[in-house]
């Protein structure tokens, strides 16, 4: 679809070279019966150079491409309704393009929104004093967690503070949905205080992506899905929400896992395999339970979360399950996970990712 476009851009601009050759009489133009002036020539020209720009900056994906397709777009229909006889069909090509344009700079507001508010979140945490990581920071945790902080590296390394990760995934919106739709994702943590955003961009049906930010900062949480980056689909906050996006942040600190020894969360022992988390943070409260193989590695976390945001929503069981642990930049994490909730109807599997980068500790770019 992006070649059928830039198809349409480029032959767009070209067509107004009609224009310029008639002005300067450089070609004797039929399609055009009108007269054009050499001053309303130059403006044809125009057009072309800015519509020729527009291409080579969609072809390069410079995100603010849609600007000059915007000035374009102006330029050409003042040029239409002026030559309305001749040119009128040229509107067709300017509303397509007024559409697509529209969409990328909604998409380009979206990022500039979500980087704005990382480097916020990054800047409020540029002051965490390094430490490193000891066995007896670990003898006060349940043996199953300090087997797994054990086995995972995090021993003699600095505590982490802060993380960037990207995913691939596979996606279902609704329990009936029987089609997987990709998705990329990225996700970025502090964890002194404990915090999130994570900005994920689906394709579903040709012309309709869907990108979405869930977000958790000073114990407060929001989620939000726009269609084409433009139409909310979801916008929600409250109780439910926090309660959420804390427990993800605690079935993800896996990615993390020196955030296991943070004073926000306590540990309680249930077996030789299990261990119950609970997190307490600026009124927000929850926990879940992360299960670990016999050799140390986590294998599983539950918790009971808020299906949705509405009053009468209801905690159903959900599952992060690991598939595949290998080491990521010296600590070992899960790689390959997927996401189930328990609901009476059946089991609705709708996510499976995959960490594909991950870093610790880089963020001064963002102060």
Same mark, same amino acid.
């Given at each position: ?11 767009? /601009? ?24 050499? %001053?309303?020539?130059?403006?044809? $020209? ?24 915007? *000035? ?60 490193? =990581? ?6 006060? $945790? ?28 596979? +996606?279902? +919106? ?27 961009? +689906?394709?579903? &049906? ?18 939000? =899905? &726009? ?18 996006? !804390?427990?993800?942040?605690? /079935? ?43 050799? /140390? ?22 599952? !992060? ?15 390959? +996970?997927?996401? %189930?909730?328990? *609901? ?24």
């Amino acid at each position: 679809m992006k070649i059928i476009f830039l198809l349409i851009l480029l032959i767009h /601009g070209l067509i107004h070279l009609l224009g310029f050759l008639k002005a300067f009489q450089f070609a004797e133009i039929s399609q055009l019966t009108q007269n054009i002036s050499e %001053t309303s020539g130059l403006v044809w $020209l125009t057009a072309i150079i800015i519509f020729l720009f527009a291409s080579i900056q969609f072809i390069m994906k410079i995100e603010w491409w849609w600007l000059s397709a915007f *000035l374009g777009i102006l330029i050409s229909q003042i040029l239409i309704i002026i030559f309305w006889q001749d040119a009128k069909f040229g509107t067709i090509p300017n509303v397509i393009i007024l559409l697509v344009a529209i969409i990328a700079f909604a998409n380009w507001n979206f990022n500039r929104m979500t980087s704005h508010e990382i480097s916020n979140l990054y800047s409020q945490n540029k002051n965490v004093e390094k430490s490193t =990581i000891t066995p007896k920071n670990l003898s006060i $945790l349940p043996i199953p967690v300090q087997k797994w902080l054990s086995k995972s590296g995090i021993v003699g390394k600095d505590k982490i503070s802060f993380v960037r990760l990207k995913q691939k995934a596979l +996606m279902k +919106m609704k329990p009936e949905q029987e089609d997987w739709a990709e998705a990329t994702a990225e996700q970025y943590f502090t964890i002194e205080n404990p915090a999130f955003i994570w900005k994920v961009k +689906m394709k579903m &049906k040709p012309f309709f992506n869907i990108v979405g930010r869930d977000l958790f900062i000073n114990g407060k949480g929001r989620m939000t =899905i &726009k269609l084409l980056s433009l139409i909310n689909v979801v916008d929600a906050a409250g109780e439910k929400i926090d309660t959420g996006t !804390i427990q993800r942040f605690l /079935g993800e600190m896996v990615w993390f896992p020196s955030a296991a020894l943070s004073p926000y969360i306590t540990w309680e022992p249930i077996d030789s395999l299990s261990a119950r988390a609970t997190t307490h943070y600026k009124g927000t409260v929850d926990s879940g339970i992360f299960y670990f193989n016999e050799q /140390g590695d986590f294998i599983r976390y539950s918790a009971f979360r808020y299906m949705g945001n509405e009053l009468n929503a209801e905690r159903k069981k959900w599952t !992060i399950t690991a598939n595949k642990v290998k080491e990521m930049n010296g600590i070992r994490i899960p790689v390959e +996970m997927e996401a %189930t909730w328990e *609901l009476d109807s059946g089991d609705w599997n709708w996510l499976k990712l995959e960490i594909s980068e991950i870093e610790y500790n880089i963020a001064q770019e963002y102060f």
